[in-house]
């Protein structure tokens, strides 16, 4: 396993009404309330590394295409992140995207496809992605503060803002889940 880059930088876990607040979604998933949130979280139900026991959380999909059976999550707390780290000893999970459960299997996403998937990502929800990036400690440039400026400047801006993005994924613990057992579906080069 390489060494964390953000050694020490990475956000610590929340503590009092924010845990509270963190928790929420879990408990909107498990009263039937998943298709709240659009496809946007989905919630994780893991075994834990130590104990054996069944734990669950709830993620953001940073990647899934309508009808296919792979999604993307980010470790927002790094590697060491409880669910990370028991999926790395653990691959086998079950996921609840909306009201439907799934089997998945784990993969461990590489830096450099980590970067190009933040990139997409940056693209599609350029707000979110700069908050989570802010909250993660990260520094990324924005295309948007261009409004004024010539069509040249703004390409520029948005060449440098994908590169930023690009950068910050390559830093980020990005996690495919796939779905078990689908038939006709491989996985990419590489395995992730």
């Given at each position: 396993m390489t060494s964390d880059p953000l050694e020490g930088h990475?956000?610590?876990?929340?503590?009092?009404?924010?845990?509270?607040?963190?928790?929420?979604?879990?408990?909107?998933?498990?009263?039937?309330?998943?298709?709240?949130?659009?496809?946007?979280?989905?919630?994780?139900?893991?075994?834990?590394?130590?104990?054996g026991l069944t734990r669950e959380t709830v993620v953001e999909v940073v990647e899934h295409?309508?009808?296919?059976?792979?999604?993307?999550?980010?470790?927002?707390?790094?590697?060491?992140?409880?669910?990370?780290?028991?999926?790395?000893?653990?691959?086998?999970?079950?996921?609840?995207s909306g009201r439907r459960y799934r089997l998945v299997t784990a993969y461990f996403v590489?830096?450099?496809?980590?970067?190009?998937?933040?990139?997409?990502y940056a693209a599609k929800h350029p707000r979110t992605a700069r908050r989570l990036c802010r909250y993660m400690g990260l520094t990324v440039d924005r295309a948007d503060r261009a409004d004024r400026a010539d069509r040249a400047d703004r390409a520029d801006r948005a060449d440098r803002a994908a590169e930023s993005y690009r950068a910050a994924g390559e830093r980020i613990p990005f996690v495919r889940l796939r779905e078990d057992g689908v038939p006709g579906e491989t996985l990419p080069p590489g395995g992730v």
């Open positions: 990475w956000p610590t876990r929340p503590k009092g009404w924010r845990r509270v607040a963190f928790r929420l979604p879990n408990l909107l998933f498990r009263i039937g309330l998943g298709p709240l949130f659009g496809g946007r979280l989905l919630r994780l139900v893991h075994t834990g590394r130590s104990t295409t309508p009808g296919s059976s792979s999604w993307v999550v980010a470790s927002g707390f790094g590697p060491q992140a409880d669910w990370y780290r028991n999926l790395r000893v653990q691959p086998q999970a079950t996921i609840q590489e830096p450099e496809e980590g970067g190009r998937i933040m990139a997409r």
